[in-house]
């Protein structure tokens, strides 16, 4: 691989910084070393901080990301400070995770991705949100997403 892929990134290896938005944070992406090759790329977010739009108090979420990349990658970097700049983001959860599903869309313009959110409860009652562009590409290996629903104590 030619270092050129990687020559206008401009977070890997910086300060990291969390942008105090959403809408200022900046996800990179870089041509797809094996853009002739379908498979799925998966990010796990079990951290994930937001606040309630009304109350303004925390909400704490699981994330799970799944897509088949086409022509081009997002750089993991980027995309951690662009999910930590939902740390006082005022919105609901559905909100935020397709809103986090249409970012990575417009960023990267995959062939197929998934996103499942795993919210915590809010009120006595979890909200899970999952969006999908369509059918997943068919020959690749997409395994579930593996988090429980959620069972509180019981």
């Known amino acids: 691989m030619s270092k050129t892929i990687y020559e206008n990134l401009t977070q890997l290896g910086g300060g990291g910084e969390v942008p105090e938005s959403p809408d200022d944070a900046v996800l990179e992406a870089v041509p797809n070393p094996q853009a002739r090759t379908d498979y799925l790329v998966r990010f796990s977010a079990p951290e994930f901080t937001s ?3 009304v109350t303004g108090q925390p909400d704490f979420a699981h994330f799970v990301i799944d897509y088949v990349p086409d022509e081009l990658i997002v750089e993991s970097k980027s995309l951690k400070l662009f999910l930590g700049s939902f740390r006082n983001h005022a919105a609901f959860h559905e909100d935020c995770t ?3 599903a249409r970012r990575l869309i417009d960023t990267i313009a995959p062939a197929w991705l998934r996103i499942g959110g795993y919210w915590y409860p809010r009120g006595g009652i979890p909200i899970d949100v999952f969006y999908q562009t369509g059918e997943a ?18």
Do not use: D, M, N
């Open 51 to 53: 606040l309630c739009p």
């Open 98 to 100: 397709v809103g986090i």
């Open 137 to 154: 590409p068919a020959g690749v290996w997409i395994p579930e997403q593996g988090v429980a629903g959620y069972r509180g104590r019981g």
